[in-house]
């Protein structure tokens, strides 16, 4: 499935492209936002930005450049001026409003042409992570791991069955872009864990089964809270 986040102040154009993506069965719509300020929580998780241009407060085009590393974005306006600088930011595709149904499809099946063709190498590192860790290779398996702590440009992994982490040269995103999405959940800047291991959580924090208990950031407690009402 490729995942989508749709971001526009109208709740009409929102409800119009939730009814598209539920017509097109390759696609998942993880959030439909009001604003920038609303889909942040939610970018990491996407393949596909939907994003209007004009909006109050904070411009589609003003939150896609402030993104470090953004998703695949299609820019949807009813301004056709607005085409020339979204492409300067790397656009994937301009919807021009009003569009129909099979214009947004044949955009959807062109972007999905294009992340098929890069998922194959991505995908083929879930299996087994490697690490290195003292002049040693280390393999681990993805379902060992608890969760993983960010220390500047070094990371605490906590797997089970080891009372001690292992400390490698990593970053928590890159390890996050590795692991199965459906099973591991970045909780806040500095914090990602494995799904299954949470015993407990509320909205500041959650507990790991014999502990410990993690802090939750304001920016990544929507996304917890609905992956978890899920399960």
Not at 65 to 73: G, K, V, Y
Not at 102 to 112: G, T
Request: contains cysteine; charged residues 30%.
């Amino acid at each position: 499935m490729i995942r989508v986040v749709t971001i526009d102040d109208e709740p009409l154009a929102l409800r119009q492209l939730e009814m598209y993506i539920g017509k097109i069965p390759f696609l998942e719509l993880v959030a439909a936002c009001p604003s920038a300020a609303a889909a942040r929580p939610y970018v990491e998780r996407a393949d596909i930005l939907y994003v209007d241009i004009n909006m109050p407060d904070l411009s589609g085009m003003e939150f896609v450049r402030s993104l470090e590393h953004p998703p695949l974005i299609v820019f949807t306006t009813a301004y056709s001026e607005y085409a020339l600088e979204g492409f300067k930011v790397h656009a994937a595709d301009y919807l021009l409003k009003p569009f129909g149904f099979r214009e947004f499809e044949a955009s959807a099946m062109h972007l999905r042409e294009r992340i098929e063709a890069a998922r194959p190498r991505a995908e083929s590192r879930l299996e087994t992570l490697t690490f290195k860790v003292d002049y040693k290779t280390v393999r681990v398996e993805p379902a060992r791991i608890r969760y993983a702590e960010s220390m500047s440009e070094y990371l605490k992994i906590w797997l089970r069955d080891e009372s001690a982490p292992l400390v490698v040269l990593y970053s928590l995103k890159r390890l996050a872009e590795q692991l199965p999405e459906d099973r591991f959940l970045r909780i806040h800047r500095s914090y990602l864990v494995n799904l299954s291991e949470i015993r407990e959580y509320s909205r500041t924090a959650v507990t790991l089964d014999g502990g410990p208990t993690l802090p939750v950031g304001d920016l990544y407690r929507p996304a917890l809270a609905a992956v978890l009402s899920r399960k």
